[in-house]
């Protein structure tokens, strides 16, 4: 038998390296994915958007408080995008975001966003057309989208409107045009 203050030791010693292992892990970022990698995972996301993103689906989010949808985490496909998620409406409309904070403000989000706007363009074949809007913030946003389809794909950067800080975010929608709908701020 283990006298119990060598037990205890050894349960600490044990979550300890647990906790640091766990630790570094959190910090250590992803790689960077290639243009071609974030093209093919592009692709793969707007062509399982009529299977309401079911590939890219990860564990569910706990969404109670918002009775008209259900969220997942979702993988990441974007440079940058840290928080990507698959929004499923009571209206049976779908959506695969993802946002990112710009640390450094605006000329950081727009940076990103001219980044993501060039790669997206990249991806798409010359059936694809863009329209970009400056937004009531001085946000900015790029639409792309097919005739007659049903997919678009939207890069933004915003800044944030409920806080007092100067948080910009810059963020990758694909999904159906009529949640797009709502007024650009």
């Known amino acids: 038998m283990i006298p119990s203050k060598k037990l205890g030791l050894r349960f600490f010693i044990a979550g300890s390296l647990l906790l640091a292992n766990s630790a570094c892990s959190l910090l250590t970022q992803a790689p960077e994915l290639s243009d071609a990698e974030v093209c093919g995972q592009l692709n793969a996301i707007i062509a399982d958007h009529s299977h309401n993103f079911q590939q890219f689906k990860k564990s569910q989010v706990n969404s109670r408080g918002m009775m008209n949808m259900r969220i997942w985490k979702a993988a990441q496909a974007f440079p940058n995008a840290n928080n990507c998620q698959v929004w499923e409406w009571s209206t049976g409309l779908t959506n695969y975001i993802c946002t990112w904070q710009e640390k450094g403000g605006e000329i950081e989000a727009k940076a ?72 650009v701020q």
């Open 112 to 183: 990103s966003y001219n980044k993501g706007v060039k790669l997206v363009h990249q991806c798409l074949n010359t059936q694809w057309t863009s329209n970009e809007i400056t937004t009531k913030s001085g946000g900015i946003r790029t639409v792309f989208s097919q005739p007659n389809g049903k997919t678009i794909i939207a890069v933004n950067a915003f800044k944030e409107s409920r806080t007092i800080l100067d948080n910009w975010k810059t963020t990758l929608y694909v999904g159906d045009k009529s949640n797009l709908k709502a007024e």
